[in-house]
């Protein structure tokens, strides 16, 4: 009898998500360079010793139990190695060489598009070939059920090594978590009951903070929930099949921007991308007069946090409806500002059930189908994971890029996540295939916003325009 684990509340509810539309994994793209001195045997050897690689951590060897609560009350059964199929769960691919950026994109959409199976555990390991000047790429996916985008991405950087000499080769269903488990500090009945108070007057306060600015809005750069303009390209009914797009330029960029108009990196990034949003939408649809609202995920992972999925939900304005790209930038930072702030604010106690009620209205709109019919929370959602400061490398192999790849649901046809890794900003953007025509284009005015901006600032550097 295999062990058994419960699932926490938000990552119990992640698995509701899953449809015949909908597929609520998350997952990654790594794009690496074959040492220098690589033979012809290189791929084959790598994949040889990942194939050797049987043993299995958490959560890798996590499945749902097969038991008749499992609806009510969801949990894993640990599996011991040998009922862990490596044969299914990773997969050697090959592009038509040389494949570019575009064909590992197709490829890469097809294989976010396809579910994972159930009655296995929820991941997937594709290690593709075929990419020019020698270049390959790993793809995995994960189940949001079992990990969030931060701590999905430390795990994949475990993966790697800062020595480019190193020959060490851990497969990412071998890395260790951060800790094994999370404990919470509830010593006795007494203790307890006030832990229930003391969140219930925490919720009751966040709650109430968000009526409040319903109701009459503290300042005119606050975003508030369901209060956003409607467009069927971005918050309509999805369909079964992704695009996928990508776009990576130097992460200095971004910070001298960032360093000039006084902002955050992430306030740059959301600014670039409403640039973007404001001329794709506006050669396929209108541009809705009001502007667009982003959810942005923050983490509430404490040290020592060892939980699936520890993430909450703050909404921002984009100020798509204001032209100049400036004005733009600061009145981002200024609703992003306000809207962390209000989040930080709140009793400590509230951050491990604040992601429930600020990601709830979204799922339960999922679940009970109005989704895609109904007013969203939001009109999608931009995050930002962070990654790596160092090169990493795998047996010598070099990671030139990495790309996050999250979830769509109804009323959500596009996200946008960034991974900030050895100096490069790297953007993956998803979207709902019947949605989204020519997602390319997006990514491609992500890149040009980011240079109007520049030349507006006079911060056109030559060595920093290299490589978009």
């Not at 999905?152 to 480019?164: C, E, L, Q």
């Not at 209000?342 to 429930?356: A, E, I, S, T, W």
């Amino acid at each position: 009898m295999p062990k058994r684990k419960p699932l926490g509340v938000l990552d119990a509810a992640f698995l509701t998500l899953d449809s015949r539309e909908i597929s609520a994994h998350v997952g990654i793209l790594v794009t690496l360079s074959r040492p220098e001195n690589a033979g012809p045997e290189f791929i084959r050897d790598l994949v040889a010793q990942l194939r050797e690689a049987t043993t299995f951590t958490a959560p890798f060897n996590y499945r749902l139990a097969r038991s008749p609560l499992r609806k009510i009350r969801p949990a894993w059964d640990v599996l011991p190695d040998d009922e862990v199929d490596l044969d299914y769960h990773f997969q050697h691919s090959a592009l038509p060489s040389p494949g570019g950026q575009r064909e590992l994109g197709v490829l890469v959409s097809r294989l976010h598009s396809l579910p994972l199976d159930r009655s296995r555990p929820l991941w997937e390991c594709h290690l593709i070939e075929g990419l020019s000047e020698g270049r390959f790429a790993l793809y995995v996916k994960v189940h949001h059920a079992v990990t969030d985008g931060v701590n999905g991405t430390r795990r994949i950087a475990k993966m790697f090594d800062v020595d480019p000499e190193s020959s060490r080769l851990h497969a990412v269903w071998q890395t260790e978590p951060e800790t094994t488990e999370w404990i919470r500090a509830t010593t006795g009945l007494r203790s307890r009951v006030r832990g229930w108070f003391d969140l219930a007057g925490g919720l009751g306060v966040a709650v109430g903070r968000i009526l409040e600015d319903a109701v009459r809005p503290s300042d005119p750069a606050v975003a508030v929930p369901f209060r956003v303009p409607t467009m069927e390209v971005l918050n309509g009914r999805i369909c079964r099949e992704r695009r996928f797009a990508t776009q990576s330029y130097p992460l200095e960029r971004v910070k001298r921007v960032a360093t000039v108009l006084g902002v955050t990196v992430n306030d740059v990034f959301i600014g670039i991308c409403a640039g973007a949003l404001r001329r794709y939408l506006s050669e396929f649809h209108e541009v809705p007069q009001e502007s667009l609202v982003a959810g942005t995920p923050v983490s509430v992972r404490r040290a020592g946090d060892g939980r699936g999925n520890a993430v909450a939900m703050v909404i921002a304005k984009l100020f798509t409806d204001i032209a100049d790209p400036i004005d733009r930038i600061k009145l981002v930072s200024r609703s992003t500002t306000l809207a962390k702030q209000k989040f930080y604010d709140l009793p400590q106690v509230v951050g491990d059930y604040y992601g429930l009620l600020t990601n709830g209205p979204f799922i339960l709109q999922n679940i009970i189908g109005i989704a895609g019919r109904s007013r969203p929370p939001f009109n999608l959602v931009i995050s930002n994971v962070p990654g790596p400061l160092a090169p990493l490398y795998l047996c010598g192999a070099q990671v030139r890029e990495t790309y996050p790849i999250s979830l769509l649901a109804h009323g959500q046809a596009l996200n946008i996540t960034v991974l900030s890794s050895a100096g490069r900003f790297n953007v993956g953007f998803v979207g709902c295939r019947d949605r989204l025509p020519h997602m390319q284009r997006l990514a491609v005015y992500t890149g040009e916003a980011l240079d109007e901006i520049e030349a507006m600032l006079g911060l056109v550097v030559p060595e920093l325009q290299e490589a978009k």
